[in-house]
């Protein structure tokens, strides 16, 4: 049998903890051969850790095969104790009134200290993947605390935007979202993030071919995967949950999988206009287990380059804004 891997959880008690835990633990992250260990992280509350307790509980009760350990925390060093990944979902939501760049500075702090014990207590093969929003920002938070572990270990989740945009696709083509290929985000995750449909195929032909509406993929398709989580608030009266835990198993299960090719924001150098040491969103392969390369070689049209321009510039700003928790 396989040694476990451990897998270090935030915010596990919320909406896509609940729905992620159970699909690691079956195996569907890492495979039906590799046992795991969940180590989670709540915050210190009573009733975030009685409603740990209670998700743990489930857990036990599933009964599942590969889970070879619960590990229950609010200390951070524990949690994230020899962990392999690090999937942190856990931030603090933004409230009534409260500014963007109030957010972003308040859950600026949780990802200075996250990403500090990361580094100083995580096994050395750790990879780190950041779904807390805004993650991008929160990405280069923690990845500017770690000293030990390489800044190409952290990245941050637009996998949802893909799968959102894919199946936008496959609906307008009437085809099975298995033909819809090569789609990938660029950018940041929020409604700027640049689903490029430019170089997407359709049954192996050109998306936009396919199509055959370019209005409708500029104006309809492009807007409607950069809000389909404010659609989702709003008919749901809750944010996705569901569909973000399955876009985290489908990213760190990529991530795993030597020669897949899918949409992680990681730390840029400049590739595509992006400004060096922001995290964007941009097509990567595995190349072994837990390592990737970008792709580099999409040819941007002035089209394409204007929506890689307004993405860059909000993540430029959300820099700007944290510059003082970067240090
Ligand atoms: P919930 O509010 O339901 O759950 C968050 C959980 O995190 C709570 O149980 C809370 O107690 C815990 N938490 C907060 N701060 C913590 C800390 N410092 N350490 C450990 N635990 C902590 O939110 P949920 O719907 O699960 O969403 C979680 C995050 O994912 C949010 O920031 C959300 O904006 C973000 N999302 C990111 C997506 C992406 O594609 N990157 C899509 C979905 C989602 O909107």
Redesign the pocket.
């Known amino acids: 049998m396989k040694k476990p891997v451990r897998i270090a959880v ?8 609940y729905a992620l835990l159970f699909r690691i633990a079956s195996g569907a992250m890492l495979g039906p051969d590799q046992p795991v260990i969940l180590q989670l ?3 210190p509350n009573e009733k ?1 850790q009685a ?1 740990l307790r209670g998700v743990a509980m489930e857990l036990d009760d599933c009964a599942f095969p590969l889970l070879h350990g619960t590990v229950l925390t609010d200390d ?1 060093k524990v949690a994230f104790r020899d962990a392999d990944w690090c999937l942190l ?5 933004r409230g009534p009134g409260m500014e963007r760049a109030d957010l972003l500075k308040d ?1 600026g702090k ?1 990802f200075i ?2 990403g500090r014990a990361i580094d100083e207590v995580a096994s050395d093969a750790c990879r780190v993947a ?4 805004p ?1 991008n920002t929160n990405c280069m938070i923690a990845a500017a605390q770690a000293k030990r572990l390489g800044p190409e270990r952290f990245t ?6 893909e799968n959102r945009g894919r199946t936008q696709l496959a609906q307008k083509a009437g085809v099975l979202v298995s033909e819809v290929q090569s789609l990938y985000i660029y950018g940041n ?1 929020s409604p700027t993030m640049f689903a490029d449909f430019t170089h997407a195929t359709i049954g192996g032909k050109p998306a936009a071919d396919v199509i055959g509406d370019r209005t409708w993929l500029e104006t309809d398709f492009l807007p409607k995967v950069g809000k389909r ?1 404010a659609e989702i608030i709003a008919a749901r009266g ?4 569901a569909s ?1 835990a399955g ?1 985290l198993v489908d990213h760190v299960r990529d991530l795993s999988t030597p020669g897949a090719v899918h949409s992680v924001a990681v730390r840029s150098d400049g590739t595509y206009g992006f400004a060096d040491g922001v995290w964007a969103g941009v097509p990567v392969r595995t190349t072994t287990a837990g390592s990737y390369e970008v792709l580099r070689g999409y040819e941007m049209s002035d089209f394409a380059r204007g929506k890689l321009q307004a993405t860059n510039d909000e993540l430029t700003s959300e820099r700007d804004t944290v510059k003082e928790l970067l240090a």
Do not use: F, W
């Not at 935030?10 to 903890?17: C, W, Y």
């Not at 979902?89 to 939501?93: D, I, Q, R």
């Not at 941050?156 to 935007?161: E, F, G, I, P």
């Open positions: 935030t915010g596990p008690a919320g909406n896509i903890g992280l709540e915050l975030a409603a951070a979902v856990g931030a603090k939501p859950n949780i200290a996250q950041v779904v807390g929003n993650c941050a989740m637009v996998r949802l935007d995750h989580g809750s944010s996705s949950a973000a876009a």
